[in-house]
């Protein structure tokens, strides 16, 4: 069964950091671009950042280039998205996903995981 679950998210004060983590499970999914995106309250699904399948191209969303960083270790099918400078506009549902490239298309991505949430205060 593909599947892909996400921890790490939290309360956090501004300024803080915190490190998300999304595991993959079938082996269907280990080669597959991994992305995260975001769902603040009365918004649509918004692109985070995504991962090639090597680790060697990546591709962020403006709002969070030089503060958050994704990485991936294949030996473990685990993504990671480190989240640095956190803001209270950083608070949103975060979501992992897995698809075919490297797009901040929604429907670019196949597979999703329930979600984590992120709460940043003031």
């Known amino acids: 069964q593909v599947q892909l679950v996400e921890s790490g998210g939290g309360l956090v004060q501004a300024g803080g950091s915190l490190r998300l983590s999304c595991a993959a499970s079938?082996?269907?999914?280990?080669?597959?671009?991994k992305g995260w995106f975001r769902q603040a309250p009365s918004k649509e699904r918004e692109f985070v950042a995504a991962?090639?399948?090597?680790?060697?191209?990546?591709n962020y969303a403006d709002s969070v280039k030089g503060r958050f960083t994704i990485s991936r270790d294949n030996t473990k099918n685990t993504v990671y998205l480190q989240m640095n400078s956190l803001q209270p506009e950083d608070t949103a549902v975060y979501y992992c996903?897995?698809?075919?490239?490297?797009?901040?298309?929604?429907?670019?991505?196949?597979?999703w995981g329930q979600g984590t949430q992120v709460t940043v205060s003031s």
């Open positions: 996903a897995a698809g075919a490239s490297l797009g901040q298309v929604a429907s670019s991505y196949g597979y």
């Open positions: 079938g082996r269907a999914l280990r080669s597959y671009v």
């Open positions: 991962i090639s399948w090597s680790g060697s191209s990546t």
